[in-house]
């Protein structure tokens, strides 16, 4: 079930726009994107960035057959691959998180380094900034990473147990957060998302096993679900987004699952994955005569299908959701449907009870 604490001052901006009510209507699976060990596919995704006109840029943590890490390029609506960077870098070994800022420059933390790096649009490295410890400004771990409105980038400092804001150029801007389980205290938390509407800060509170959402001074707002497998509750969720209408995606790793939540912290939905062999899964196939075989006696095709150890979740432009299903190499795409309300066609908000 979900939990949620409201404080009486919920110190939200009292400018900030309400996310619309919606008429939902469900999310359509369109495809999966991604094939394991192919030159231009995903091997170790862990998180993606998606830009203003639908490119996606998908962080790969490559282990072994692989000693480098990677960020593909491709072009989801036509199932195509533009580019990828290819990296070894001893400045920026273990890769965790990517954001993209409006300029084409994408900045990527590092939990071994303790750093971020900054590349540009043809893969070039052209900045750097961060350093171990944990003073103001320091880094230990530095994970979940994400652009506000104001293009300020919040920074989940992991193995420090608190959030980070920071200038695209490494100056500080915020710190809070400390270890703990009580509201507002973090164990490990990993994925970070800014709610564009208020301008609060969702953290995934990985170890804890819940959602919090904060204001910008770190000022605990809600608190959503708990340890378990029900709806609503969580095992490790290490990814969170919030769209456009307000709805919080989450990525439910220990559960195999993503969770959609709508503004108030509602459960709405779930997915489990749907996942279907892609054209390139296809041709793999069909090169492969012993896989051939393999897959002819496999008395079921369902588990392959479904999410294992989803990381991270975005949202394009388009309303499409992109849940980065970490486990099998891929990511899987869904189209959102629903029509935002205006005021007049609904009627007063009413609170429906909360059911133990």
Known sequence: MTQTQEPPDTKTSPAAAEPPVLLRIGHVYERSLGAIMSPTGFYGPLDMAVGPDGMLFVLNRA??????????????QDDEYV?????????????VGIALDSNGLFYITDDSADNVCVYDMDGKRVGKWGEAGDALGQLSAPAGI????????????SANHR??????????LRTWGQFGSEPGQFNFPWGISPDPFSGDVFVADWRNDRVQRLTRDGEVIQVIGRKGTEDGEFNHPSGVTVDKYGDIYVADQGNNRVQLFNSRGRFVEKFVGDATVNKRGVDRLLANPDMLRMRDNVPSME???????????????????YM????RFRVQVYQKQ?????PDQVGPQIESPVID
């Open 83 to 95: 580019d990828e960077f290819n990296y070894r870098e001893e400045e920026q070994p273990w890769p």
């Open 303 to 321: 588990p392959e299908k479904r999410f294992k150890k989803p990381t991270s979740v975005a949202v394009g432009p388009d309303d499409r959701v």
């Open 146 to 157: 994400r652009l506000d409105e104001d293009e300020n980038l919040w920074i989940v400092d």
């Open 163 to 172: 959030v980070q804001q920071f200038t695209r150029d490494g100056d500080v």
């Open 338 to 342: 629903c029509i935002a309300l205006d």
């Open 324 to 327: 980065v299903d970490s486990g």
């Open 63 to 76: 282990t072994t057959p692989f000693d480098y890490w990677r960020v593909t390029k491709c072009l989801p």
